[in-house]
């Protein structure tokens, strides 16, 4: 199984990114796909997730300004980051699962992972 991030970079406050996961050797459309980070000092804290049936979950600080969608074709799953802050900077990690519905939000709830694409927002 693998799980490949890209797409991360340096833009400044306000600015837009698109990040992008391929996975292969799973079946995608059967997957739960979501977006954690983990900021310098911090813990690895839950983005986004999108379920099979396309429905999808936020946390509170990015409502509004990401959004996850996934293209089944294509095994890839992507985090569209507008409005970007300081405080998004973070390497962002995507990781495939299918989680209970209390652990969508959980690192516990995604069995495979990638490496992580780093995000570094100035002001």
């Known amino acids: 199984v693998q799980l490949q991030a890209s797409g991360g970079g340096l833009v400044q406050a306000g600015g837009s990114l698109r990040l992008s996961c391929a996975t292969s050797?799973?079946?995608?459309?059967?997957?739960?796909m979501a977006w954690f980070r983990q900021g310098p000092g911090k813990d690895r804290e839950f983005v986004a997730a999108?379920?099979?049936?396309?429905?999808?979950h936020y946390t509170d600080s990015v409502k509004g300004r990401f959004t996850i969608t996934r293209d089944n074709a294509k095994n890839t799953v992507y985090l569209q980051m507008n409005s970007l802050r300081p405080e998004d900077t973070a390497v962002y990690y995507c990781?495939?699962?299918?989680?209970?519905?209390?652990?969508?939000?959980?690192?516990?709830?995604?069995?495979?992972w990638g490496q992580g694409t780093q995000v570094t927002v100035s002001s």
């Open positions: 999108i379920r099979w049936t396309s429905s999808s």
């Open positions: 990781a495939a699962g299918v989680p209970i519905t209390t652990a969508v939000r959980s690192t516990r709830g995604y069995r495979y």
């Open positions: 050797g799973v079946t995608f459309s059967r997957y739960t």
